[in-house]
């Protein structure tokens, strides 16, 4: 499957490096070691091998190696915005605007608890002690809380082969009886699941694969909360994480 099939649009974050654009001369400094030397701060873009430098009040890319620094106007089209400071720069990275994003939750196998209409995506492995944590905490949260919510859990292999075929079975259960695939994930019963045969759950499975990757995941479990806050690792809070806390 294409990544156009597991989001609305493409997950890229784009920076504008034309070293030759109108205006450059007046931004770009001509001793390139003097600015250097005067870096405040610097921190890795989610966009591969590149780090936003900030040298008093000009911001520039360098590559991850300290090879290439480039100079010009850098955009996050994620959120529609120049990225013009660090502070400002990491704010954005901890979050996704979810209406210019849309990420269909259906279409990566997602398996939902509770019924409310703000969504929480939660990329989970079900082999993975903390994410088993986090779903026994779901299952307890008040009633109110999961009619206000649907935590939508998509499955996620990241800890090896026993992850993968897991994660497979799980989600060609699904695509029979979803009802079945959900108590299985939430009784930690996965490992009993009979293996998927043919081509049985892989699309769901490549479209996570590929959304998680675009997302710069790292960690299960990875939420994102229906204001597009990310959270990387279950918060310590959960209650207070959904009504706009901080994680960890």
Not at 82 to 94: K, N
Not at 206 to 213: I, K, P
């Amino acid at each position: 499957m294409s990544p156009s099939h597991a989001v609305s649009r493409p997950l890229i974050l784009t920076l504008s490096l034309t070293l030759g654009a109108p205006g450059l001369a007046d931004t770009a400094p001509n001793d390139l070691e003097t600015l250097m030397s005067g870096i405040d701060a610097m921190r890795r873009l989610p966009a591969g091998g590149v780090r936003m430098v900030q040298s008093g009040s000009q911001v520039f890319f360098l590559s991850d190696n300290g090879r290439y620094a480039f100079f010009g106007p850098g955009f996050d089209l994620w959120h529609g915005v120049r990225l013009t400071s660090l502070p400002e720069t990491e704010r954005l990275m901890g979050r996704l605007d979810r209406t210019r994003l849309t990420l269909d939750a259906g279409d990566l196998g997602a398996l939902d608890v509770g019924t409310g209409t703000a969504e929480v995506l939660v990329f989970a492995d079900p082999r993975c002690r903390s994410c088993a944590a986090l779903l026994e905490r779901l299952q307890v949260l008040p009633p109110p809380l999961l009619k206000q919510y649907r935590f939508r859990l998509i499955p996620v292999p990241v800890l090896g082969g026993e992850s993968q075929r897991e994660v497979l079975a799980l989600s060609c259960l699904a695509e029979r009886d979803r009802t079945a695939a959900l108590e299985a994930w939430l009784a930690q019963r996965t490992a009993e699941l009979p293996p998927a045969t043919d081509r049985c759950g892989q699309g769901p499975l490549q479209r996570a694969l590929v959304t998680a990757h675009l997302l710069g995941l790292e960690r299960v479990p990875f939420l994102i909360a229906p204001d597009g806050r990310l959270q990387s690792g279950a918060p310590p809070d959960l209650e207070a994480w959904l009504a706009g806390g901080e994680g960890v």
